[in-house]
């Protein structure tokens, strides 16, 4: 049982790249979210997802996108990379009512 | 946003020390769960608390949930190197059963 995977796990952008994150759960786990964690400020909620073709904002939504058309996979897009983006990404899913998150392991993602 | 503050931000002793770290919040909260993130990894859930007053003890760490449910504690005794990580305090935020929102964390180092 994988649990939930991530990647890349690392990646270097030039300031108005493109690039997709990639999150795939193998556990029928409803809800997805990805996190972003900086120093000094916690994780951020993103982007949440309670099943397939269902997703709204978290806290930090600009400049990142995100889609789920299938229960397993819930990729985060960067469409036009800036510096404030540099951080590393976590996705984590979850079972509805349970209120335990998965983590992947993250994606670390340098913007320069 | 409810907002969830951790204290302190850094902690480093030595082995064999006893250490207590705090989520504070002036929200009422339904449950409150604790996280451990080691460097390189995602974080991993540790314990959920749900009624206030609750005491839960894992080996060497005990968790309290405060009377009003808008506090926790956690204490380690006799800590090991192997503690050492960041611990994240998380709870619901909005009223939502989906959005769980992190404190900043506590960086503990055990030294040798």
């Known amino acids: 049982n994988a649990g939930v995977t991530q990647t890349p796990k690392f990646q270097v952008l030039k300031t108005g790249q493109s690039m997709t994150l990639q999150c795939a759960q193998d556990m029928n786990h409803e809800y997805m979210s990805w996190y972003r964690q900086d120093p000094g400020m916690g994780l951020r909620l993103i982007h949440y997802s309670v099943g397939a073709g269902i997703t709204d904002q978290g806290e930090v939504p600009n400049g990142y996108n995100v889609s789920r058309s299938t229960t397993e996979d819930f990729p985060l897009r960067l469409l036009s990379a800036a510096p404030s983006q540099t951080s590393v990404y976590f996705c984590?899913?979850?079972?509805?009512?349970?209120?335990?998150?998965?983590f992947g392991a993250g994606s670390r993602l340098t913007v320069l | 946003t409810q907002l969830l503050e951790q204290s302190p931000q850094f902690l480093s002793i030595q082995e064999g020390e006893n250490l207590t770290v705090y989520c504070n919040s002036s929200?009422?909260?339904?449950?409150l769960q604790w996280y451990r993130q080691e460097p390189g990894e995602g974080p991993v859930l540790l314990v959920t608390v749900v009624t206030g007053g609750e005491v839960k003890k894992l080996k060497r760490l005990t968790f309290q949930f405060g009377d009003a449910r808008k506090d926790s504690s956690l204490h380690i005794t006799a800590a090991q190197t192997g503690d050492t990580g960041l611990y994240l305090c998380a709870a619901n935020s909005g009223g939502s059963n989906y959005k769980l929102t992190f404190g900043k964390g506590t960086l503990l180092t055990v030294n040798p």
């Open positions: 929200s009422v909260f339904s449950s």
């Open positions: 984590a899913s979850m079972i509805p009512g349970a209120n335990v998150l998965t």
